[in-house]
């Protein structure tokens, strides 16, 4: 089945730095790739998502760009704020295109 | 308000014991999905459910039992086989599409301890 791999684990910037995030996948039949952010005790929230038809997003200072034939996709974030800092999950579609298989997640720590 | 409702929010189990999390939707979503997340392990896929009266097995689906009576319903046995059952608990919902699974939905976590 499909495997999403994340890297790095932890990252720590300083305050107005840019923060970059990458995955791998496993499965050429992916077709959708969310990012999701999450603060502690609560449930995952949609940032950003993009689909196997498009090679780049952006959305104010986040952007998230796909390489289909190296199957890997990045979340970079420009101007990091303290609020930034949180947990950030990739994820990609299953085979049949029924759910989202996560990374295991990236703590992002911005500092003032 | 619309949204997913995971109840309870924090949840004992004893050993040998069977216990229910509780995931409601109001978003008319067709499909539904549970989340198991342990630290350092990302969120891993227990069940998911994309119609009533059916649902089909996540990559860590054993110990575990679901059931889709409702549309706006998708509770999660977490049964005495489960050995290791602490873990923070996540509810999902999501829109059928013919491209595929679109953007979930989720609701706020049980975060389930064994006494």
């Not at chain 1, 104010?60 to 190296?70: D, E, G, M, S, Y």
């Not at chain 2, 509770?75 to 013919?98: D, E, H, M, R, W």
Request: with cysteine; glycine share 8%.
């Amino acid at each position: 089945g499909e495997n999403v791999e994340q890297h790095p684990s932890t990252l720590s910037v300083q305050e107005g730095d840019s923060a970059v995030i990458k995955c791998t996948y496993s499965d050429s039949a992916s077709n959708y790739f969310p990012w999701y952010k999450q603060e502690l005790g609560k449930g995952p929230q949609l940032i950003i998502d993009i689909r196997s038809n498009v090679g780049e997003k952006k959305d104010q200072r986040i952007a998230v760009t796909l390489n289909k034939t190296a199957k890997h996709f990045s979340l970079h974030i420009t101007e990091t704020q303290p609020e930034d800092s949180a947990v950030y999950f990739c994820a990609a579609s299953n085979q049949a295109g029924t759910a989202l298989i996560f990374g295991k997640g990236t703590t992002l720590s911005v500092s003032s | 308000d619309g949204g997913i409702t995971q109840s309870p929010k924090y949840l004992f189990r004893k050993e040998g014991q069977n216990v229910t999390l509780s995931c409601e939707q109001n978003l008319n979503h067709d499909a539904m999905y549970w989340y198991r997340q342990d630290p350092g392990q990302g969120l891993r896929l227990i069940y998911y459910s994309q119609i009533v009266n059916d649902f089909q097995k996540g990559d860590i689906a054993e110990g575990y039992s679901v059931s889709r009576e409702k549309k706006e319903s998708f509770p999660l046995t977490v049964t005495s086989a489960q050995k290791n059952p602490t873990a923070f608990y996540l509810c999902a919902s999501s829109i059928l599409q013919g491209t595929g699974v679109e953007k979930l939905f989720f609701g706020s976590g049980t975060q389930l301890s064994v006494l």
